[in-house]
């Protein structure tokens, strides 16, 4: 056989062997994406927005395919990759697809995937739970991210089709998803801000989002719905601020972590950086406009790009990886497996 020939054939086996060792967090690629595209939006850059809805949507069918993949063929495997906290980012990652959607006008489709996500969430939400432990890492607030992804989604779709019934529902998981938040964060391992790979930076994601869901919440009831009575409307709007005030603390002290202590090798959980620097810009943005303080559009404006800055950073250490494991043959598989992040 010759050498063309040897490495056409080897190069399905490696291309599987990169593949098999994708962990459920990589869904966390599909999450920053999808909210870089929604912060894109928010200011006016449309055409960027619209390419990385794109890319977004490409790796979701992708990670969906191998979500049924191996629900049906490898249950065994899928079961194990479950009961981890990166296992939400499915969850996660859809609710921010429709969000997108949403915004674009598309509701019937931001309404099959709100229904999609509803559906996952209660399942893979238990699985998960089951298996949270102490000092767990920064993972263990995507039971938060999850949850107040569907009261995003839930708040944007009311808005957009006056429904009611959708914004006062969306009220379960916001507040559900601060309750998971609290119960998070004492499972949290504080030791991580030094030493994470990347996901310790949801923990201030997960309030980033928080805020976003509060401000769907409150643009809902600006477009001439009624809603909340002025007691209700008050602590919502407050919550919302103090929300984006702690994500935001957050954001500093995570970021004054990763100039003391650089970590600069790729990891795919650095998808969890970059989602909660998008999320924290969409946030911002999307906060600006709901409690009316246009000051705090430049900052957002600013934090979008620093999220770009970081999503193409990663992106290119992904690009960097996959193409060193689809050199590897088949015989590197085990190796390549060892080094891939839990």
């Known amino acids: 056989m010759s050498s ?9 086996h490696a291309l599987r062997a990169w593949w098999a060792q994708r962990p459920p967090a990589a869904g966390a690629a599909v999450m920053a994406t999808g ?10 850059r449309e055409v960027l927005s619209r390419i990385a809805l794109v890319l977004a949507c490409a790796a979701w069918l992708t990670l969906a395919a191998n979500f049924v993949y191996l629900l049906l063929v490898e249950r065994a495997q899928w079961v194990k990759q479950a009961g981890t906290p990166g296992a939400l980012t499915a969850v996660a990652a859809t609710t921010v697809l429709g ?3 949403s915004l674009l006008g598309w509701t019937l489709l931001a309404a099959v995937l709100l229904a999609l996500s509803a559906l996952l969430w209660p ?8 298996h949270w432990g102490r000092r767990m890492p920064g993972a263990v607030f995507l039971g938060c991210v999850a949850t107040e992804g569907l009261a995003v989604l839930a708040a944007t779709l009311a808005a957009a089709t006056s429904t009611p019934w959708l914004a006062h529902t969306a009220l379960v998981p916001f507040w559900l998803g601060i309750a998971l938040y609290l119960i998070a ?16 930076w949801v923990a201030g994601g997960a309030l980033a989002i928080s805020a976003l869901a509060g401000s769907k919440l409150l643009a809902a009831a600006g477009t001439g719905m009624y809603l909340w009575n002025a007691d209700d409307q008050a602590v919502l709007h407050d ?19 990763e100039i003391a202590w650089p970590r600069v090798r790729y990891d795919v959980r650095r998808w969890s950086t970059v989602f ?11 906060v600006a406009a709901a409690v009316d303080v ?8 600013a934090l979008l790009w620093i999220a770009v800055a970081g999503w193409l950073a990663v992106a290119a250490g992904a690009v960097a990886q996959a193409r060193a494991g689809l050199r590897s043959g088949p015989g590197d598989a085990g190796a390549i497996r060892s080094t891939a992040p839990r």
């Open 99 to 101: 969000t997108r959607f």
């Open 185 to 200: 964060l004492f499972r949290f391992d504080l030791r991580q801000v030094a030493r994470g790979s990347g996901d310790h």
């Open 4 to 12: 063309a020939s040897s490495a056409a054939a080897t190069r399905p």
């Open 123 to 130: 399942w893979l939400l238990s699985l998960v739970v089951r």
């Open 239 to 257: 919550l919302t601020v103090f929300l984006l005030a702690l994500d935001l603390a957050w954001y500093a002290v995570l970021l004054a972590a």
């Open 35 to 44: 909210i870089v595209s929604v912060a894109l939006h928010l200011t006016g």
């Open 294 to 301: 246009p000051w705090l559009d430049a900052p957002g404006r």
């Open 276 to 286: 909660p620097l998008g999320m924290t810009a969409a946030a911002t943005l999307s």
